[in-house]
């Protein structure tokens, strides 16, 4: 399946996205990355995000991958109480599985539609 996936943290940033992106090329195949871009928090109080997108190929199914990507989350620190805080040390969010669109208001974020445009 063809996967598009958001990354973002606004702690330890770009340790927590290279975490992620170690993670990410072990359960998809043909795996590139956009540039990595700044953005301030949205509905939130906190720090800024350094924000990324991925694409490529996945033969998990929807619900195995959402689970990788709460893994993936979970071993980067992200927890209930952390988000409380407004602390996101990373968030993994499935744009696009299979054709088929998810987040529908992400795709209308200005930063979305030029990570996107980045990966040429």
Known sequence: MNVLIALGSNYCHEHNLAIARCRLAHIMDSISFSEALWTEPIGMDGDRFLNQICSGFTHLSFCELQSQLKDIE?????????????????DLDILLYDNKRYHEKDWSRPYIRQLISLMG
């Not at 979970?74 to 602390?87: D, E, F, I, L």
């Open 74 to 90: 979970a071993s980067c620190g992200r927890s209930v109480q952390n988000c409380r805080m407004n602390t996101i040390p990373l």
